[in-house]
């Protein structure tokens, strides 16, 4: 098939959905399949406006952004990359990028497909202006997305929910998937430990350094778990910019107690959540958790979970089930949830396993699950 992807960041920007786009695009071209992907300029440093990346085509136009990523417009349009393909997929409704490039393929006659991520999740943005204005433009465009979009599809219960209910709309349900390495690779800890002299036992948060992902709340619970179990500690991998946790790690006064590891390649992540307590996902938005990579991680892993119950989490995390969930911005629950799993071996063992019998996708079965999708749906 001639497969074309449409986001609005590609890489070299990193990210949850550059990171999905990227592996579809690099699995389907390793299958035989023509993939494009048409993106912005906005993230590419210095890369060219045409490039092949691992045999994928990558187009960069040019295009205006106001601010947010989602607002991102396209300046121009490649038509030709359009009609040419069996299908055009993008990723994410609420990208303006993505729904422009979506409706000019419809028009063109080209089937369409669309993701569907973080449905209605702006009231709780931290944002006043995205609070106040951001549930008229998700309803428009789900409702512009649900229209020009001929497979729609999820990654979430959560969006699923909300489609059918809400908007009366039938959606296939594809979440993201893992590394098969992750099933069979050796336990990676000692690795770790020796690569930055960590031998304390320590929680970790793995993903990009953004202030929607809660760091914040989970450097400012090490604050009351260092009174209780000094000899606790939080790693921090991923990539962002440091500075202001920096700045407030040394303001509360816990520099031992916070280890960044800045961006890592995937051993050295894999090794960090080996040697881990549990993986910490203190979110605090739903708009950024469509769809937690690295809670799929940890359960491959068979490591315990404790994260925010917003977005997709909750619907995936059941408390002290397969993991634990704390409310979003709420350091002292989170503190008493790591202290608690800490001391209750028993139960830190007991969502370490049932976390590892939960369903994973590998990479492969999604991308087998898409080309069913796509092909059922372009005959």
């Known amino acids: 098939m001639r497969i074309t992807y449409v986001i609005h960041n590609y890489w070299p920007a990193v990210g949850g959905i550059e990171t999905v786009a990227k592996m579809l695009s690099e699995r389907l071209t390793s299958m035989g399949h023509e993939v494009y992907v048409i993106t912005s300029k906005y993230g590419a440093k210095d890369r060219p406006s045409y490039e092949i990346v691992n045999g994928v085509h990558v187009y960069r136009i040019k295009a205006f952004r106001p ?73 428009y465009t789900v409702e512009k997305a649900l229209e020009i979009s001929d497979i729609k599809l999820v990654k979430s219960f959560r969006d699923q929910e909300i489609l059918k209910t809400r908007y009366k709309a039938e959606t296939f349900y594809i979440p993201d998937g893992i590394n098969e390495d992750l099933l069979k690779m050796p336990n990676m800890a000692e690795s770790f430990r020796m690569k930055y002299n960590l031998y304390d036992p320590f929680v970790v948060y793995v993903g990009r350094l953004h202030k929607f992902k809660g760091i914040d709340s989970l450097i400012r619970a090490m604050v009351l778990i260092k009174k209780e179990s000094p000899e606790l500690k939080a790693v921090i991998v991923g990539p962002g910019d440091q500075t202001p946790y920096l700045r407030l790690v040394e303001r509360l006064g816990i520099k031992d107690k916070v280890f960044f590891t800045g961006y890592v390649d995937e051993t050295t992540k894999v090794g960090a959540i080996d040697a881990s307590l549990a993986l910490i996902l203190p979110s605090i938005s ?11 991680e940890a359960w491959a892993r068979g490591k315990a979970v404790i994260a925010s119950a917003v977005g997709e989490i909750p619907y995936r995390v059941k408390h002290l089930i397969n993991g634990a969930l704390v409310p979003p911005r709420d350091p002292k629950a989170l503190a008493d949830m790591i202290i608690k799993l800490y001391y209750d071996t028993d139960l830190l063992k007991k969502l370490s ?8 996708l590998t990479w492969d079965q999604v991308v087998d699950n898409l080309l069913k999708i796509y092909q059922k749906e372009t005959i």
Do not use: Q
Not at 107 to 131: E, I, P, Q, W
Not at 289 to 296: K, N, Q, T, V
Not at 354 to 359: D, L
């Open 67 to 139: 601010g947010f990523p989602d607002l991102t417009y396209p300046l121009e349009i490649p038509k030709e990359v359009l009609i040419r393909a069996d299908i055009v997929h993008g990723h994410t409704h609420n990208s303006i990028f993505t729904l422009k490039m979506i409706e000019k393929a419809k028009m063109l006659g080209t089937k369409t497909a669309t993701y569907f991520m973080s449905v209605d999740a702006f009231r709780d943005h931290s944002n006043l202006f995205v609070r106040l204005l951001g549930p008229a433009y998700s309803k």
């Open 286 to 296: 739903n708009y950024v958790e469509a769809f937690s990579l690295s809670i799929s």
């Open 353 to 360: 396993l049932e976390g590892r019998k939960e369903p994973l």
